[in-house]
């Protein structure tokens, strides 16, 4: 029983254009939602995160969007660049404040030039 | 800034070899977690600790894994004896406790077990 879901295992997208990655969770007493990119050879590096006190959080071309009443996590990059090309996965912390993270099984984005 | 350091990057050992991987966390974080990576389980916490304890080790598949923290500044991950169905990467992350904080990942150990 995965807690949180990303339904699309790959997305590929032009250069220049939206790329928008998915998340969804199954418990609303998650409090806090991160979301990490990861390039091969690498370890996962963070990237965004946001409260759920909040529906909405930006950095630069990357926005995090959390729509609690549907359960639902999603990462805008605008605009898209091939350097972007990564594996990135999301994850929720728990609100027991012990610092533990449950991750997606990841979305491998391809931004083509 | 050193970030988490990971050694060895990459182990190749036979069944039924000792491996035990290592882990230096960022310099005042209390957090450390052990997870592995594979196709089919995806990204898995191991085992975590706060302030050098063992807090959560549900995660650890077998007797045959340990895990020890015995100092803020060191951690590892011991399989013993190893089996091919271990192969995989490790990754060693760390955060500070206080608060909702991101993880800081190494950049993994790459393990094979032939």
């Known amino acids: 029983d995965q807690q949180v879901k990303q339904n699309s295992p790959s997305l590929s997208v032009q250069e220049g254009r939206i790329s928008i990655l998915n998340c969804d969770y199954t418990?609303?007493?998650?409090?806090?939602f991160l979301w990490y990119k990861k390039y091969p050879a690498e370890g996962p590096t963070f990237l965004i995160s946001?409260?759920?006190?909040?529906d909405k959080n930006e950095d630069g071309r990357f926005t995090v969007f959390l729509n609690k009443s549907a359960k639902h996590l999603s990462l805008h990059i605008v605009p898209s660049q091939p350097g972007d090309s990564a594996v990135y996965f999301c994850?929720?912390?728990?609100?027991?404040?012990?610092?533990?993270?449950?991750f997606g099984q990841g979305t491998t984005l391809q931004v083509k030039p | 800034d050193a970030g988490v350091i990971q050694s060895p990057r990459h182990e190749v050992t036979e069944m039924g070899q000792e491996v035990t991987l290592r882990c230096k966390p960022i310099?005042?974080?209390?957090?450390l977690f052990w997870y592995r990576q594979t196709m089919m389980r995806g990204l898995e916490l191991l085992i975590y600790?706060?302030?050098?304890?063992?807090?959560?080790d549900s995660g650890m598949p077998e007797d045959r894994f340990s895990a020890k923290m015995p100092n803020a500044s060191f951690s590892t991950l011991k399989i013993q004896p190893s089996e091919p169905r271990d192969s995989a990467v490790y990754f060693c992350?760390?955060?500070?406790?206080?608060?909702?904080?991101?993880?800081?990942f190494g950049d993994g150990t790459r393990l094979s077990i032939l």
């Open positions: 418990n609303s007493m998650f409090d806090y």
């Open positions: 600790f706060n302030n050098n304890v063992p807090i959560d």
């Open positions: 994850a929720v912390h728990g609100s027991s404040n012990t610092g533990k993270l449950i």
């Open positions: 992350a760390s955060s500070y406790l206080t608060g909702a904080q991101p993880q800081h």
């Open positions: 946001i409260s759920s006190i909040k």
């Open positions: 310099s005042g974080h209390n957090s």
